[in-house]
């Protein structure tokens, strides 16, 4: 089956550096998309990553491991607007996206 | 219209009741989803549509249809609503550099 594992909760501090992990097991590989999404609201696009490596915009980098399956969305100089649930993405080999839970971050001053 | 709106806002349904979750969309884009989001669960496709004219089934279609007439409408209808049809439901688009999809505001809809 296919399967996309986010940690449930994280917390950080104002200021701080936090990183969201992402693995991922899914029928072929057609790009990891991150995704920001506020309570309440629709979710927006962050980043995307195809090849092996990191993505840098702005306060926020995204990194790929096609090889193990794994991501991180990296958010430096976090700001109280940060306070969202995000959001990782396959695109699998139907060019579908499948979906992780999400990852609630809490930002505290 | 700037990118995809979605009505209504948010429905209270009794069970048994027909229902038609209305989406548009201004961007030209071909493909278009409907997702429903539960918490804890992660957003989980119900039909899509590659183009105008043809839809196709997702992870959890039961209980629910789609009919794409044009390239800016995705209406998602529920035959006979049920409880646990309760939930958030989404619409998107994809298209831009990466073919990175685009979210309605979505429609909170609860079956009683």
């Known amino acids: 089956g296919q399967n996309i594992d986010q940690p449930t909760e994280m917390t950080a501090t104002e200021g701080a550096i936090v990183q969201i992990n992402c693995t991922y097991q899914?029928?072929?590989?057609?790009?990891l998309f991150w995704y920001q999404q506020h309570a309440g609201e629709a979710p927006t696009f962050l980043s995307y990553?195809?090849l092996d490596g990191l993505e840098e915009k702005g306060r926020f980098s995204s990194f790929l491991s096609r090889s193990k399956g794994y991501s991180y969305l990296l958010l430096k100089e976090l700001q109280m607007k940060d306070s969202a649930s995000y959001l990782c993405?396959?695109?699998?080999?139907?060019?579908?996206?499948?979906w992780g839970a999400g990852t609630k971050l809490i930002i505290k001053p | 219209i700037a990118g995809i709106t979605q009505a209504p806002t948010s429905q209270i349904l009794a069970a048994g009741r027909r229902m038609t979750l209305r989406c548009t969309q201004d961007?030209?884009?071909?493909?278009m989803y409907w997702y429903r989001q539960d918490l804890g669960l992660g957003l989980r496709l119900i039909h899509y549509s590659n183009t105008a004219g043809t839809t196709g089934k997702g992870e959890v279609p039961d209980g629910y249809s789609v009919s794409r007439a044009n390239t800016d409408d995705f209406p998602l209808t529920l035959a006979s609503a049920v409880p646990s049809q309760t939930s958030v439901y989404f619409c998107?688009?994809?298209?831009?550099?990466?073919?990175?999809?685009?979210f309605g505001p979505g429609t909170r809809l609860t079956v009683l």
């Open positions: 961007m030209r884009h071909n493909a």
């Open positions: 899914t029928s072929g590989f057609n790009g």
């Open positions: 993405a396959v695109r699998d080999s139907n060019y579908q996206l499948i």
């Open positions: 998107a688009s994809s298209g831009g550099e990466y073919n990175e999809q685009f």
């Open positions: 990553n195809v």
